[in-house]
Nanobody, 114 residues
């Protein structure tokens, strides 16, 4: 099982993007999920998580107040609303469970230009 991420692109500082992640199979709704990102030359990091029912979310300090994670279990889909984007948000964004369970997808590239 491999989630499919989409929604990335090239934007300017301060812009917004909404990423989507679609997971196949029957396990999605039972798992806490997360968005991860890997910037050039850096290790992959966990940015934000959401519990299986969507009731609890957590954010890295670097994105708190700017990013919002959400999910629609009926559609096996998770979202990441990213506002006030900064150049340091430039990375390939991946979705996976927390802790990771699925095979890693190809991710979606977000490039924030100053």
């Amino acid at each position: 099982e491999q989630p499919v991420e989409s929604g990335g692109g090239l934007v300017q500082v301060g812009a917004s993007l909404r990423l989507s992640c679609v997971a196949s199979g029957s396990t999605f709704s039972f798992k806490s999920m997360g968005w991860y990102r890997q910037a050039p030359g850096k290790q992959r990091e966990l940015v934000t998580t959401i519990t299986s029912g969507g009731g609890t979310t957590n954010y890295a300090d670097s994105v708190k107040g700017r990013f919002t994670i959400s999910r629609d279990n009926a559609k096996n889909t998770m979202y990441l609303q990213m506002n006030s984007l900064k150049p340091e948000d430039t990375a390939v964004y991946y979705c996976n469970s927390d802790p990771p369970y699925y095979d890693w997808g190809k991710g979606t590239l977000v490039t924030v230009s100053s």
